[in-house]
Structures are given as C-alpha cells and as structure tokens.
Nanobody, 116 residues
C-alpha cells in the first residue's frame, strides 16, 4: 500500500503561480509512473500531466507551456509547477502513482482555486 500526501493548493489570482507537491511512502514493489489529475465541479476527472521514472513527461493540451511536472526519485516526490493560472484551472488536483505491478494509488486531493 502506498500512502500519498499532497500539499501546495490554495487560492491564486489569474496569471499567478502555484506549486503542488506529493510525497509517496516507500513501497516494496517500487514506484513507476507518477502524475496529476484534476476534477472540476460537475466534470469528470481528467489527466493533467504524467512523468515516468526516467523523466519522460506528458501533458494535456490545455496546460502545455504553463505547467511543468517533475519528480525526485530519491525522495519519492512528484511536483506540479503551475504558471499563468487561469480560472478554468480551478479544480481538486489529485496525485497518483503506479507501482511496478501496475497498481495505482491516489491521494486525497488538494483544492486549487483561481480567481479572475
């Protein structure tokens, strides 16, 4: 079982920045992929960004050029730097990790609110 602890959410004005962090507990089977999803009110949860263990990244089109995902394998941490925030970025952001068995784990979520 992997425990995830997210931090860094909050209220920010449009055009501002926030940095989300997620700490994953140690796991016997190792951590493979890490990523962030978000869910806005009344909408389905959607992929924001993912990063593989070797650093390959993937972003949803709406955040490309504004958000940057990174990870620290030694600390089992994943980060999401969010710049040029827009009101439509308002959502609960969830950290997720996969172990090498393909099992996915999710954090509790952190609220990001962007005011116009």
């Amino acid at each position: 079982q992997v425990q995830l602890a997210e931090s860094g959410g909050g209220l920010q004005q449009a055009g501002g920045s926030l940095r989300l962090s997620c700490a994953a507990s140690e796991t016997f089977f190792g951590i493979n992929g890490m990523g962030w999803y978000r869910q806005a009110p009344g909408k389905q949860r959607e992929l924001v960004a993912t990063v593989t263990r070797d650093g390959s990244t993937n972003y949803t089109d709406s955040v490309k050029g504004r958000f940057t995902i990174s990870r620290d394998n030694a600390k089992n941490m994943v980060y999401l730097q969010m710049n040029s925030l827009k009101p439509e970025d308002t959502a609960v952001y969830y950290c997720t990790v996969d172990n090498y068995l393909g099992t996915s784990y999710w954090g509790q979520g952190t609220q990001v609110t962007v005011s116009s």
